[in-house]
């Protein structure tokens, strides 16, 4: 059982390649997703620890009958959902070699701490930050951006968090990001103890941007009240739309003010190597700290994201807890020294997640992911210019990055604002886009209940996977585009499908 010979290895390991290989290459004939059957989830739900072992040829086949054919959808050509990338092929592979090596990436003179250095010297590269700058691989954005708020707090507060937690602090203390932020960065706030309350949402411009003056205004006017602002956090590439904040003219308020600025590039930030946002991205080198996800338009297989801090003394001094049994470290610190990485982040056992970056990024090279990223981008514009083409499509905010918001509108593009409550239909129902030409109008709730039946028979039918989204309060299909096997072919069988299930609504 524990004690595996070379040929025993060899041939189960033939079977995973196997399986590997028939799930990536068969995945484009395959439905993009179809629900996981009831009756095997409940099977998955209620079967107990094994009691006895099993042996690898039954794991496998219970993998490739229960799990392989029930994948979340994102290695598909048409998956467009969220954000999530088909995975590289190297970055496949990475895992499995990582996960034979089994490393703890907490330090070390290991390999895979090199490779990690190395990774992060290649990130910090790619979105400008200064050579004295700190990185770290982490899970993913949410926890990219929770490390970065937590060096802001631990440098920005005036008391000794560390010690003493918030309770003796002098005064409230506030954060700002848009409207348009995601999730993560007040769930970020939240857990440092902050509380929502402190978090002020800053309006966006009609493009989905920060409104900076409306930033500045609310700094001023908490400094006057005597609340001390911690961080403003702005988005290279918000979820929602693509949007790209003025990163250099927030950089010039939070310098005004002394307030510590975090960018979430986690979707954006690979995009700078797009010469089409290359401008606009550059100033994320400019931040106190940022997150850039890996696992998003880098294609590495989650989770694989990226936090980095300007100043790497104040990282360390945020999180170093060195107790004696590590503190002895010995020959393990390394011919160069280097402190571990747990010094700079939560985590004391690290997985060796730097490999399928590293494999990934070797794979892809600069121009490789050049290539893909403003590949996505193109497929965007193209779809973005069939929906604007199209009669009974509308277009729902400018396109930003890879992110498409569109609808379906049956044969009214601009419909007139509606007059009155008794017009509305509740709960959502779709409504036959002839029953709109009959009223003559259609209200946002209508409109918003047809796109969601067409949402739900879009996923289930498999023919193409969107998600959805609300702007300004209006129900919206989203398509993000960090997929490097999707097509123009890919664009048009969505854009029909989406279009007959508009014009066939089921109830
Ligand atoms: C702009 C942005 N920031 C942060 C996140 C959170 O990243 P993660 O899901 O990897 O934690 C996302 C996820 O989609 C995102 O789009």
Redesign the pocket.
Known sequence: MSHWTREEIQRIGHLVVDLIAEHLSGISNQPVFHPMPADLAGQLLSTPAPSQGATPDEILRDFRDSVEPYPFGNGHPRFWG??NSPPALMGVFADALAAAMNPSCAGGNHAAIYVERQVITWLRELIGFPAQAMGLLV?????A?LTGLAVARHVRCGIDVRADGLRNAPQPFAFYMSTEA?S?ARKAVELLGFGSSSIRPIATTDDYRMDVPALDTAIARDVANGVRPIAVVA?A???NTGAIDDLAAIRGVCDRHGVWMHV?A??GGPAILADEYAEALKPIGSADSA?L?P??WMFVPVEA?FVIVRDASAMRDAFSLVPPYIRSAGSATGVYGLPWFSEYGFQQTRGFRALKVWMTMKQFGVTGHKAAIEENIALARYLADRVQAAPDLELMAPPGLSIVCFRYVGGHRHWPEPSGDGERRKGGAAVHPGEMTLAGRADEATLAGLNRSILERLQLGGEAFLTSTELRGRYTLRACVVNYRSTRDDIDRMLNAVRALGARPTN
């Open positions: 969220w954000v899970s993913g954005g949410s926890m951006t995601h993560c988005t590439g918000t979820t979430d986690a979707y997150a996800d696992h998003k994201g």
